[in-house]
């Protein structure tokens, strides 16, 4: 039951993994969009909100036991049914703490709750621990190079949320809470399939109280740099939407939703990496990271180029023109992908060799900047400011991170540099999968 497999490489771990994460991204987009066209800019937002308070809290309180499952279970199999209870016993009493805890902020500090109806800010607080449970399951699996099922876990939650909110919106029947509860039930959908995968090969075992304590102490250090960068990722959102309202933070969370594609493949990188690299000495992680990561610029940074120069057009006319204020929003956000690469790939690198402390030191240069730009940016200009913050902010993260990788893998700077034989290699994948794909539309036409 314990049998580590592995997959047949990592190429193939890549474009599979990156091909559901694609998937889920166009589901997403689709949902974004059909929301977006039933409610308007302010239902969006308030959507947007809601959603970002459920996954904001379950990311501040999980105490990064995740990660802890991706490097245990990848080196210590046999506890992995051990972990496995483990998770679902620290999701549920670390969420049910949380949603308390927000609730009697929320009571104390109105403006927590942003403009929604308390009883949808409670659902969405009620979803934490799902939330949080997904989060442990899915790199547990992963662990065992479980890609498969935890890629069809990924699209069930927007599949589930795209499907039911395109049936309300025929009906006419769409609405704030129905999309909440939409997303609600993608979520536990997708936690089923990995319970049940879990449930057939490790299994869930007894408790483990000193295994508990091991997951929580290299969490804790991981943890650091989790919570800097949920506060990287959701807390503008979060801030906006009390703010500014439900319309400004419908116009970012477009411009989120869209530049989130970018962020896709480093994404992907950092999943079907992170098995190997746990593995490996330090010298072949660094090697292995540098290739990855120069592959990363190349690739994301030629469709961060595509994507701003098309946004005017594209945009207003897939959302409707009055989201066309999302557009210089996300070419601002488009500007930081090459940092976002940096950030995601060579944090994951030194987190997977035992150093997650000094990947928390990369993530504490973004949140900090985060912070007090998000705090100066915000408050006058709305999701411009947002955008403007986080883009300065992860491309100082992916430099930070870039020299205490170098320092500490012993790697030259210049080897993340990209190299003509990695344009040629990228140039020779875009060319077959076009020679691929032009021969597949012919015979569909």
Not at 47 to 58: G, K, N, P
Not at 212 to 235: D, Q
Not at 245 to 262: K, N, Q, R, T
């Amino acid at each position: 039951m314990s049998e580590v497999r592995r997959p047949a490489s990592l190429t193939r771990a890549a474009a599979t993994t990156y091909a559901a994460n694609a998937g889920v991204a166009v589901l997403s987009l689709l949902n974004v969009l059909v929301i977006a066209r039933s409610m308007g800019v302010s239902g969006r937002g308030a959507v947007a909100f809601l959603i970002a308070v459920s996954m904001m809290t379950a990311h501040l309180v999980s105490l990064s036991i995740q990660e802890a499952n991706a490097n245990i279970a990848a080196s210590h199999p046999e506890t992995r049914a051990s972990l496995a209870t483990n998770s679902l016993l620290f999701s549920l009493v670390l969420g049910a703490v949380a949603a308390v805890a927000v609730a009697a902020l929320a009571r104390a500090f109105p403006s927590l709750g942003g403009h929604v109806s308390k009883a949808l800010f409670w659902f969405a607080l009620a979803s934490i621990p799902l939330s949080i449970l997904k989060q442990y399951l899915v790199l547990l699996v992963q662990a065992d190079y479980g890609f498969g099922v935890a890629n069809v876990a990924w699209v069930a939650g927007p599949l589930t949320t795209t499907v039911c909110n395109g049936a309300l919106a025929a009906l006419g029947l769409i609405a704030v809470g129905t999309a909440l509860a939409a997303w609600v039930l993608g979520q536990a959908i997708g936690v089923a399939l990995l319970c049940a995968h879990i449930a057939r090969h490790a299994g869930f075992g007894r408790p483990d109280a000193p295994l508990a304590r091991r997951s929580a102490s290299f969490g804790l250090k991981a943890h650091v740099g989790r919570l800097m960068e949920v506060g990287n990722y959701r807390g503008d959102q979060w801030l906006l939407g009390a703010t500014w309202g439900p319309h400004e933070l419908g116009l970012y969370s477009i411009a989120v939703a869209v530049s989130d594609v970018l962020a896709y493949l480093p994404g992907v990188l950092v999943l079907v990496q992170r098995p190997d690299l746990v593995r490996v000495d330090a010298r072949e992680a660094a090697l292995r990271t540098a290739r990855v990561c120069r592959v990363g610029f190349l690739v994301t940074g030629g469709a961060a180029l595509i994507g701003i120069a098309l946004a005017p057009f594209a945009l207003p006319r897939i959302f409707g023109w009055g989201f066309e204020g999302a557009v210089p929003q996300f070419q601002v956000l488009a500007l930081g992908a090459i940092g976002v690469v940096a950030f995601e790939l060579l944090r994951n690198a030194l987190t997977a060799q035992r150093r997650p402390m000094l990947g928390s030191a990369a993530v504490g240069i973004a949140f900090v900047l985060t912070v007090i730009l998000d705090l100066t940016l915000i408050p006058p200009y709305g999701g411009m400011g947002a955008a403007v913050a986080t883009t300065i902010a992860y491309t100082c993260g992916g430099v930070g991170a870039a020299l205490i990788f170098g320092t500490a893998m012993d790697t030259r700077l210049s080897d993340l540099a990209p190299r003509r034989g990695d344009v040629v290699w990228v140039r020779d994948k875009v060319a077959l999968l076009a020679a691929v794909a032009l021969p597949a539309r012919r015979v569909a036409d």
